[in-house]
């Protein structure tokens, strides 16, 4: 029978078979190791002596139709980064009127501080201090936007970026598709379908409780608590006058 040597924390060798019982009385040599304050050196856990940061780019893009939470799972992973002491920046488009220029609020009351910027070509200036750069409605900026976003991770910062990945018609919108291709990380949120009950990927614009056709204005900036957007599914998504593709 093999014979195997366990040593105690004083450096006294025991020889145990390598059966069951030897198995046993080395796991009772490790416990009394723990017991007693200390462990093996190449069993010893190290301590971080600050927070993880990560050493370089990532793109991590939050889509989907309106309704489902891409705010506040965005301003869930803020708070996280806030706690790892991160340095968070989070940027807003003008054009987005639904909440005052300095707060990006979602429609559960959570709530960050924002810095407002016209185009895409004002974020750089505005987050160079930060670790963590969050743009919200990526699908309102301009074509410069993945550009942006892709020097923003070649300097190391961690980006994300909420949008619609559909317009109200069900379209790609904006730079939301080449948005959706350049990310490291994707994560596709879905709604409640008003009508039937079942996920929903849609926004379905009403006017005066229709289904808004094909032809009206791309942009109308929904307020908070209105009825002017619901979420659908694929079945329940109606657009009068858009041509099948």
């Known amino acids: ?14 020889a145990t078979g390598g059966t069951v019982e030897g198995r046993r009385m ?5 416990m009394q190791g723990l017991r007693a304050g200390g462990l093996p050196a190449r069993a010893r856990f190290r301590r971080l002596s600050g927070p993880m940061f990560y050493t370089h780019g990532w793109v991590h893009v939050i889509a989907g139709c ?3 939470g891409k705010t506040d799972e965005m301003l869930r992973l803020l708070r996280r980064f806030s706690i790892a002491g991160r340095r968070v920046i989070l940027v807003k488009p003008r054009l987005d009127t639904r909440t005052d220029r300095v707060t990006v609020t979602s429609r559960s009351g959570a709530q960050h501080q924002a810095v407002t910027v016209d185009d895409s070509s004002e974020i750089e200036a505005a987050v160079i201090e930060a670790d963590i750069v969050a743009i919200e409605e990526g699908q309102f900026f301009d074509d410069r936007l993945p550009s942006v976003v892709e020097r923003l991770a070649e300097l190391g910062k961690q980006v994300v970026v909420t949008g619609l990945d559909r317009d109200f018609r069900g379209v790609p919108f904006g730079t939301m598709p080449r948005l959706l291709a350049l990310a490291d990380q994707v994560t596709k949120l879905t709604a409640i379908c008003m009508v039937c009950g079942e996920p929903a990927t849609r926004t379905q614009r009403l006017i ?6 094909a032809d009206s204005p791309l942009i109308v900036i929904g307020g908070m608590g ?3 957007y619901e979420a659908r599914c694929r079945l ?10």
Not at 1 to 9: A, N
Not at 208 to 213: I, Q, V
């Open 226 to 228: 209105d009825e002017t």
């Open 1 to 14: 029978m093999r014979l195997e040597v366990v040593r105690d924390r004083a450096g006294r060798g025991i």
């Open 66 to 68: 309106m309704f489902c």
């Open 208 to 213: 005066d409780g229709a289904p808004a056709g």
């Open 236 to 245: 329940h998504h109606e657009v009068p006058g858009l041509a099948s593709s």
């Open 26 to 30: 080395r796991r009772y040599r490790f």
